[in-house]
């Protein structure tokens, strides 16, 4: 396929691109600066500057464009950016895709969001029938899954991805946890028993593949691993594998005066399972966090 892809230099998005390209597919980055390599060209999402022609050119389109969740601390600006860096571009391809003629729109927008579109679920599982929650995150992944209604109203299927928490060294949740479990003053966060929706990088990539090539599969998919753990147990799994003790718990009040208003959404607990890609029979290369995190580690 030719897939048009906005998000390309992210976390996700590199590895994304070395996948697709591995599988004979080309594309084409969208990035904001003047282009420096034959497969980019310039967009301007927050001012809505998108060449209809590209989007013409495209097959699908993919969409992992956000300022990083946990990158800052929360100022009001920072919420803003967050907000704006995913409904601008959102907004922008949806919108593009939309005043197309019908023959040359894209068979698929495949649009990131998150698992934070649930909110606080305690104990209780979810899977994609269930309404947005309560807080900032879900407040944003309400409004940039919305951004999406456009391209899906013009008739091309739109796959929103939310996204767990990915596995990898180089980053996402495992990144910033490493050096302090190998120092050994790592632990649990506040209490532990928020549940956190993972999945390794692997499966992540498989799972986005897999979306794209099925075209009867449409709408909100949780790309989680299909067996969630609580935080004490992905701290206990995690010190096993570093072979170090974590036996310092982190309290709520130390994250908040940390992490400010991005505190509460660490402690969230959203115990998520993967509904749609169970019934669609998807095979998780690590089905449990034992091997999603050994894979994240030494792959």
Do not use: C
Not at 182 to 191: D, M, P, Q, T, V
Not at 203 to 219: P, V
Not at 230 to 241: I, K, M, P, S
């Amino acid at each position: 396929m030719r897939i048009l892809m906005a998000g390309a230099s992210g976390f996700l998005g590199t590895r994304l691109v070395d996948q697709l390209v591995a599988d004979g597919h080309q594309v084409t980055r969208l990035v904001r600066r003047p282009p420096r390599t034959p497969d980019e060209r310039r967009w301007q999402p927050s001012a809505a500057q998108l060449d209809p022609a590209l989007v013409a050119e495209a097959d699908a389109v993919v969409n992992l464009a956000g300022a990083g969740v946990g990158d800052q601390r929360w100022t009001e600006r920072y919420q803003q950016l967050i907000r704006s860096s995913r409904v601008d571009t959102t907004s922008t391809l949806a919108i593009t895709i939309a005043g197309l003629p019908a023959a040359d729109r894209p068979e698929v927008l495949v649009n990131a969001s998150a698992i934070g579109w649930y909110g606080n679920t305690g104990d209780r599982v979810v899977e994609e029938d269930a309404p947005a929650g309560e807080g900032f995150l879900a407040d944003v992944a309400r409004v940039w899954e919305a951004a999406t209604r456009p391209a899906e109203d013009a008739g091309v299927r739109v796959v929103r991805l939310r996204t767990g928490l990915p596995l990898h060294r180089d980053g996402g949740l495992l990144k910033p946890q490493l050096l302090p479990f190998k120092l050994g003053i790592a632990g649990r966060l506040g209490s532990g028993r928020q549940w956190i929706p993972w999945i390794s990088m692997v499966d992540w990539l498989h799972a986005t593949t897999f979306l794209l090539a099925r075209a009867d599969l449409a709408g909100p998919v949780n790309v989680v691993g299909p067996a969630p753990v609580t935080n004490a147990e992905f701290t206990r799994e995690l010190a096993r594998q570093l072979r170090r003790p974590a036996i310092i718990p982190i309290p709520a009040l130390a994250l908040r005066v940390a992490l400010g208003g991005f505190a509460q959404e660490a402690l969230t607990s959203t115990r998520v399972l993967p509904g749609v890609l169970n019934r669609a029979a998807f095979t998780f290369r690590h089905p449990d966090l034992p091997s999603a995190l050994h894979a994240a580690l030494h792959d």
